[in-house]
């Protein structure tokens, strides 16, 4: 049974906590980052991502010029200026990163979600002309990656390891299809196709054709986007075939010229392509790749009924969630290659924890509901998107984390090299800007994980406010959800469609609630499989059913054997987890010991101009003293102080200037 | 007054824990290491350190053969084979480090001071023949660094912060010096007093000559020696020259071309040349180039009465004492740059504190000593002796520590890039194998650390047992000294020598020590300075005073500021620290915590053939539970049940094979 996001189109958010992350991402986020593809941004690094779009554009017009054999005359060129001299870059090569114009390619996903949830000519008139840039860009053949167009067509697909053109395929096609299904346009869906096909044309089992697999993953969940917009059953071959071959002995990178060998220990465990996905039971490497790799390979084995496949998914969940996940939900316990490192090793002030990372790890567990309705798969993502994700941003939109850590002493990041990869703030963008445009598709599509649909079913994985329409045998059924989440549990839930629509809800009870309280009108019946509550019956216009998941504060544990959590607690209040920060309790925080029998009071905190809640804990604070032996002294019992401390949500931290912070709190 | 070391000549090992440790050098070290530097270690890196003396010779010979003028033909050839052709070295190149003359130093240091413990013919006939390949290499001009001297002598001191060659003529020059001690044999030591002219001739404050100084030091301290065995006040003053023209502005170094920059932050913090050193307060950069300097430092400072720079060795000595020094003498909070890190950054699971730093932490201690008689100094340089030294070699003196940890958990060394530096057993040998030379020449000079003498007092720092002669007035004073160091207190020191010698007696009253009990004879006067006991009177032959410092098992505390040891305890007896190893404990030391207030006890057990003491504290230990919840859980009071740790010397550690160890434990 078919368990896809709704469309947004059938979403209308309500005044509330993600319609406020929707149209800061809306006002704030998508225009910095247009000015910021376009290197306007004063002080920014350039992005050049345009810039090679342009690039590469007008290499494809003077061969049209020369009159090289374009099959069609596709492009039309509007609102595209001749490049002034840059006296700086004498002449017109290819700047940034590889995987520079996968830029773009967030930015008009991130458009396209936000045009669906709210209209804007203007903006829709920018992304086509953004798109007329992005498509005369492309060569004749139907590739379309600018580094290799500006620097030589005679080189592609020679490094896939690093060389990240599928990925930026991947992306382009995310984008072309989010926009399509925005607007209805399809030039950049087209584009994407011809790419599609051409690499069709070039990778597969067929004898003669490449047996290459990207070196970073996304190639595969895009394939399957593009197989399920289009019907086109080849492009979900290709994405099995991608799938199938990763990892396959001998390894086929071997026979790639490497600029530089990158994979020092296990080979390409990095890559996840050091054995076949299906024999993997280890979630290793790098992060972002191996949630987008697992993601496709959920996608696959949905449409395609892969058990074994879909087993190899599940043991990668569990190694992720029950080895590696932060509490969090950030992922990636190194820094070194942005990686997983082994199981419960989560150090707190070197964490990695891309925010990307954890943006993957939410569409991968969207995959895993996908195939699976079962509430441990939407206990993660909300984890994640509450706190890691959500901690990615500034509370003014304007700044960012790539890195995601649970203690910060900024005097360490500032003098440590080993912690420079962790920033005491957000800055304002970075070199490799992934995180800043994932971020933006994430929260702008953010209706299509709180709410997927079967064909009778409508399911609510986290609770968001809104009106969703769901169509169930030409019928209309509508929903109306009030929520408090994710600041109290109360969450209402009322019909608003045609009477006696065939409509099942399904309501997730979270994992963090217990003595949950539900009012259903006798009408309608409930029964529960997997976390999940199940509500039919003949819904009348104005039913309403209420729930409350008591959000109360309460103390965690990790795992004996995360060493670095030993003897301490974090907080966590529904699904959002609670820190320590310099602001309310002064510095010194690992001075602190908190009391977790003792009772935990609330308050409120203004941060940024917004309110927050807090969580007051019982604790009390070492006196300091500096004996007179130095460094080292005999051992006396401690003399400590009562004390309290204030906790504000984790994702809300370093909106107050540099300062300490803690997740884990000493006991 | 004048307060130096003490001639090993005039001092007699008696059996113990010291002469054990020197035989162990003697016995296994030395001819091991001249194997390693011949490279007929099957297996191990070859050090090419002979070889390229040899290849260095074989030019100067060709260049002799060909009429270029030698000053006078100072050079024998005794034992000199022609190079073998190496298929895989079809040239004669330099190989191996810049610095890779100075394996070569190393061993002829600790030779020469082994000679003179344990005179050996066979051994000196090695020696000698070394030396002659090493001086057949000497340049016309002086200059003897291989790597130029093969790679083009127009090139030397054009990259004086990374090339080493200063920090080379240091390690060859105090090598000499122990030589020609230990031998009266002056070849080597007129070598380096021809290398030490030519860099008189070229550096200097006077007008055209050149105002660099040494990316490594050493060369500083190594001066000092020649000016006292020559008595030439030149070298002296090249000591002082280099010491003040370092981290004068405009820099020496921005001049030079350097191949790749490797100095982000603060510019050459890292060689500790930010800054005139008269104006360091903070230890900073790589450790062992740090305590070099600051032994030169406080070696001018002595000699030439520089209070302003002997105010900046105190203050240095107070910012690594007080800041930056692990619990057992190690110093290097990070491996990145093998450097000291921020002030009470001290991790115990990454740490650096490399056995070389805490080599040259010692050689400090004793120059600081050398100008201000204090049990401060010599208490810092007990810790380091008796721990990280020692920990840095195997008990079987065939494998060393290059990084001395404070934590291991041998899959995180494994599996964490971050903690590859720090291994989980001793290694055969290292590419850049400056520690296990290091460690030779220490431990075979020990007595010279144990005993410094003034005109007339005999200063015991280290308690170390035998028999030490002094010269006083022409007479001769003799003390039998008996020591139950380190694994106890009882010292006696009995007067062998002429009667009525006026010589006094200094005894260091270890700064760990309380309630110590000591006997004097009743015609003897004591007083008490700075921790030392000072005895004098009419010496009888027979006079006996015994000293008892108590050693019993104490629970350390480090400062609050020492984020990374908050709530945790140390165990230490005497000068040595105590560790927990998972071949006692059993594997998960970290589920402990140990009660600092109850009784211990003491034992002891067999490693590795020999026995050492152990330290047996009450601890209780976590109830291991594996909630179904997965990786957090909520809090409940945890369930401890009694438990007891045994603990062993830190410095035997890792000689059962790799485990789990832990130094700072929880409470």
Redesign the interface.
């Known amino acids: 049974m078919d368990n896809t996001p709704i469309s947004l189109r059938n979403f209308k958010a309500t005044d509330g906590f993600w319609k406020n992350q929707m149209e800061l991402v809306r006002k704030e986020v998508i225009p910095y980052e247009w000015d910021m593809l376009n290197d306007r941004v004063e002080g920014a690094t350039p992005s050049f991502c345009m810039r090679n779009f342009r690039i590469a554009g007008k290499l494809m017009a003077e061969k049209r010029e020369k009159g090289s054999a374009f099959e069609e005359p596709l492009y039309t060129f509007r609102g595209f200026e001749a490049l002034p001299e840059d006296p700086e870059h004498p002449e017109d090569k290819f700047y940034g990163f590889v995987f520079q114009d996968s830029d773009f390619s967030k930015w008009i996903e991130a458009v396209a979600y936000s045009l669906m949830n709210h209209p804007d000519d203007e903006l829709e008139r920018t992304a086509d002309e953004a798109i007329d840039i992005v498509c005369a860009a492309q060569h004749e053949s139907g590739y379309l990656d600018t580094y290799y167009i500006i620097n030589g067509m005679d080189k592609i697909f020679t490094n896939l390891r690093d060389y990240h053109e599928l990925y930026c395929f991947g992306h382009l096609t995310e984008g072309a299809v989010a926009y399509y299904q925005a607007t209805g346009k399809r030039k950049l869906l087209d584009a994407c196709i011809r790419f599609a096909d051409y690499i069709d044309s070039c990778f597969g089992s067929d004898e003669g054709k490449c047996k290459g697999y990207p070196g970073h993953e996304i190639a595969e969940m895009a394939l399957v986007r593009l197989y399920e917009v289009t019907g086109e059953k080849r492009y979900l071959d290709l994405a099995r075939f991608f799938v199938d071959e990763r990892g396959k002995q001998p390894y086929y990178w071997d026979n790639e010229e490497h600029p530089e060998e990158k994979t ?2 296990e080979r390409y465990q990095y890559n996840q392509a050091h054995r076949p996905v299906r024999d993997q039971d280890e979630a290793v490497g790098h992060a972002v790749r191996a949630v987008y790799l697992y993601s496709g390979m959920a996608d696959v084995a949905r449409l395609t009924g892969d058990e074994e496949l879909w087993n190899a998914c599940c043991r990668l969940w569990d190694s992720t ?3 590696k ?1 932060y ?1 969090t939900g950030g992922i990636g316990g ?1 820094h ?2 942005e990686a997983f ?2 199981p419960f ?1 989560l150090p707190n002030d ?1 964490a990695y924890a891309e925010t990307c990372a954890s943006i993957g790890l939410i569409f991968w567990a969207r995959r895993m509901l996908e195939k699976e309705v079962h509430a441990k798969y939407a206990d993660v993502m909300e984890l994640a998107l509450y706190n890691t994700v959500l901690s990615g941003m500034n509370l003014d939109g304007k700044s960012f984390f790539y890195v995601n850590p649970l203690e910060v ?1 900024p ?2 990041c500032h ?4 912690k420079f990869h962790v920033k005491p703030v957000r800055q304002k963008w970075f070199g490799c800007a992934c995180c800043p445009p994932n971020i933006a598709r994430m929260i702008s599509s953010v209706p299509a994980y709180a709410y997927t649909e079967s064909e009778d079913t409508l399911f609510m994985h986290l609770h968001m406010a809104g009106t969703v329409t769901k169509q169930v045998n030409g019928s209309e059924a509508v929903f109306a959800v009030e929520s408090g989440f994710p600041w109290n549990g109360k969450v209402t839930v009322t019909y608003e469609g045609e009477a006696g629509v065939p409509v099942k809800l399904a309501v997730r009870i979270p994992g963090w609630c217990s003595g949950r309280k539900i009012q259903v009108p006798e009408h309608l019946s409930g029964s529960e499989a997997n976390g999940y509550l199940y509500l039919e019956g003949t819904w009348q216009k104005g039913d309403t059913v209420s729930f409350e998941f008591p959000m109360i504060p ?7 054997r ?2 670095e959590n ?2 301490k ?2 907080v966590a209040k529904g699904p959002v987890v609670y820190c320590a920060e310099e602001a309310d309790n002064g510095a ?1 925080l ?2 602190h ?1 908190v009391l ?2 003792e009772p935990v009071s609330e308050g409120t905190v203004t941060i940024a101009g917004q309110t927050f809640p807090t969580i007051v804990v019982k604790a009390e604070k ?1 006196v ?4 007179a032996e ?9 003399e400590y102080e009562a004390a309290e401390l204030t906790l504000i949500p984790y994702y809300a931290w370093a909106n107050r200037g540099e300062n300490e912070m803690m997740v884990w709190l ?1 006991k």
């Open positions: 020092p220990g969630v029950r080895e996940l509490i190194t070194i290659g490192s082994f090793d070197t002493l005097e360490a003098k440590d090299e080993r309460r103390f965690f544990q990790a795992d004996d995360v060493r030993i003897g607690v974090a010194n690992h001075l010991r977790p029998g070492k300091q003293k500096t004996p130095g460094l080292y002294h005999e051992y006396q019992p401690e000493r």
